[in-house]
């Protein structure tokens, strides 16, 4: 198993964390009857955070469904500059215990406001290059407008509750922590 090296102010040492393998909630077929054409299918969850970098078309494989008519996708990506400085990548740090559980949260609440199908959540973590994705979440429902809504609510959801960090390193001047403003835990100060 590999793992991530945490080190963020929030900590007061360093610590050693394994990245997640996918976490997969109720993920199966059940026939329906005899016919093979009349299947339901369990939703599932699959959340993960690693030092990989992602794929658009794994993430959306995993949602897809022949239940669904619909799939809708986030994609977050390193851009090249921030406030008149040059990015060249950004590092991301996170406190995976609650991280995922927090994922989880998330997509229970997508269930409660939504009929969607199947929810993927994958997050990279370490160093993220230029035009790389940070973030994928994928949601397939049986119409457009289910998994469009949740994918909104999810990415900003995830920005206000998630305990992810981001670093910023720039060509030509200090790397920066950057506060996430959208999060409720972080102080106006």
């Not at 078309?57 to 619909?70: K, N, T």
């Not at 998330?106 to 973590?125: E, G």
């Not at 900003?156 to 960090?165: E, F, S, Y």
């Not at 996430?180 to 972080?186: M, P």
């Amino acid at each position: 198993m590999s793992s991530l090296e945490i080190n963020s102010s929030c900590f007061s040492q360093e610590m050693k964390l394994p990245l997640s393998h996918p976490l997969v909630e109720d993920s199966a077929f059940e026939p329906l009857g005899k016919d093979m054409n009349e299947i339901e299918e369990k939703s599932k969850d699959i959340i993960m955070f690693t030092a990989e970098k992602l794929s658009v078309d794994e993430v959306s494989q995993l949602v897809i469904s022949p239940l669904c008519g619909a799939v809708s996708l986030f994609v977050g990506t390193t851009r090249n500059n921030c406030e008149g400085k040059k990015v060249i990548s950004l590092e991301y740090e996170a406190y995976l215990p609650m991280a995922e559980n927090e994922v989880r949260k998330i997509c229970n609440d997508i269930r409660q406001k939504w009929p969607v199908s199947h929810i993927a959540v994958f997050h990279r973590l370490g160093l993220v290059p230029v035009s790389e994705a940070s973030i994928i979440i994928a949601v397939s429902s049986a119409h457009r407008a289910a998994s469009l809504e949740a994918v909104s609510f999810a990415i900003d959801t995830l920005k206000a509750r998630v305990p992810i960090w981001k670093k910023e390193m720039y060509e030509e001047s200090p790397s920066s922590w950057k506060r996430n403003k959208e999060c409720f835990w972080a102080t106006n100060s």
